[in-house]
Structures are given as C-alpha cells and as structure tokens.
C-alpha cells in the first residue's frame, strides 16, 4: 500500500473528482485467484467517493473498456462492467 506512486489527476471513473486512491481495478484477491496478467492487474487513480462506491465490485474504467473481455474470459462468475462513477449506475447489468 505504502509503496504506490503519488496519486495526480482527475479520476479514471467518475473524471470529475481529483484522485485520492489507487484503486486496483481487479481486486487483489481475484488477481491471485485468477492468476491474472500484469497487463490487467494494473491500478487507476481514484477519487474517494467513487473508490469507496466501488469497493470490491467488480467494474472497470471507461478507459478499460477494450479490456473487458479480456478480463471476463479470464474471471469467472459475475462479469466485470464498466462504470462511469456514478451511483445509480453501479448496479445496471449488461
Ligand atoms: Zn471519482
């Protein structure tokens, strides 16, 4: 935790909040489960709000959009979604 790059910028989901967190967009415990790539294991700045919205769902960022399938070959069970950082939203399915 203590070893991430200083957070700067806009966050990756709702793009409007400056970024507070590194949010692992897989999260950790998946990557290990699912013995994830190091393309796909990476982390987005996050704003607070929208990091704490996310939690451990399972959703990605507008910009790893072209990612997604990727991800849901590799990760089964509830397919990954991409989310645009607002709360009602969160819970549309596909
Ligand atoms: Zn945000």
């Known amino acids: 935790m203590t070893s991430s790059p200083p957070v700067s910028g806009p966050c990756a989901y709702c793009k ?6 590194r949010d692992h967009v897989i999260p ?23 990091n704490m919205l996310k939690a451990t769902l399972r ?7 072209d990612r997604l399938d990727e991800i ?11 989310w645009d950082g607002t ?4 819970w549309v399915t596909a």
């Open 28 to 50: 950790k415990s998946l990557q290990r489960k699912y013995d994830i790539p190091a393309h796909l294991a990476g982390t987005v700045p996050a704003c607070f709000a929208c």
């Open 59 to 65: 959703l990605v960022p507008l910009t790893w959009a």
């Open 16 to 21: 409007v909040a400056p970024a507070v967190h």
């Open 72 to 82: 849901n070959a590799l990760v089964s069970g509830t397919p990954f979604r991409v």
């Open 87 to 90: 709360p009602a939203t969160r």
